[in-house]
């Protein structure tokens, strides 16, 4: 489980504002600009598989730490430029999580179990997909690793019971709350853009 920060009552406020009031938001569904997918590989024999979900010198890893990069963290962290993993589970089925974004941070996630619908929103105005909307499965079937850039709102609601995500962000959290007196994060409410969590048919 990640770390847990006390929200401030402004922040507070302003989000429970905002999930009772109806979105004037529009949004454009389609890919973001930097939001990565890539498609991981099951080695099986007699005894199960092997799957290798990350190595640091995977490119989509490189960029997070190229100095030339602006959103790369200030922060020197603790494990050489690697930040830390940690795994989230959602009991109960349909548990909203989010959404935040982060100013400095990359994230990449990974489901192990059940399955999950992982929401994308680019609030980078500099961006050429900004304000798009992007939703991606994922679950252990479908062996997929997402990175979502910094400046991006982002959150996942689990469509299957004890949904477990391993998380790994660039930097730790904590190093970031020591140097900067806060945590790398921007919170707003899951209806801030309306009903972006529902499986809709086709």
């Given at each position: 489980m990640g770390p847990i920060y006390k929200v401030h009552p402004d922040d507070e406020k302003k989000a429970l504002i905002e999930m009772l009031q109806p979105s004037s938001r529009k949004l454009t569904k389609g890919l973001i600009d930097g939001v990565t997918q890539t498609g991981l590989i099951k080695h099986w024999d007699e005894r199960g598989y092997l799957e290798e979900v990350v190595r640091a010198s995977d490119g989509h890893m490189k960029e997070a730490f190229d100095p030339a990069n602006d959103n790369r963290c200030s922060v020197e962290c603790t494990s050489n430029n690697w930040g830390q993993t940690y795994v989230v589970c959602s009991k109960?089925?349909?548990?909203?999580?989010?959404?935040?974004?982060?100013?400095?941070?990359?994230?990449?996630?990974?489901?192990?179990?059940?399955?999950?619908?992982?929401?994308?929103?680019?609030?980078?105005?500099?961006?050429?997909?900004?304000?798009h909307l992007m939703s991606v499965i994922l679950s252990e079937e479908n062996s997929t690793l997402l990175r979502i850039p910094p400046g991006c709102y982002h959150g996942w609601v689990n469509l299957i019971e004890n949904t477990k995500l391993i998380c790994t962000g660039s930097h730790v959290y904590q190093d970031i709350v020591k140097q900067f007196g806060k945590p790398d994060e921007s919170r707003i409410g899951p209806m801030t853009y309306g009903d972006i969590w529902s499986i809709k048919g086709k």
């Open positions: 109960a089925p349909f548990t909203k999580r989010g959404l935040h974004k982060h100013g400095t941070l990359f994230d990449w996630f990974y489901c192990v179990q059940g399955m999950a619908k992982v929401v994308v929103i680019d609030d980078r105005e500099e961006s050429e997909t900004y304000q």
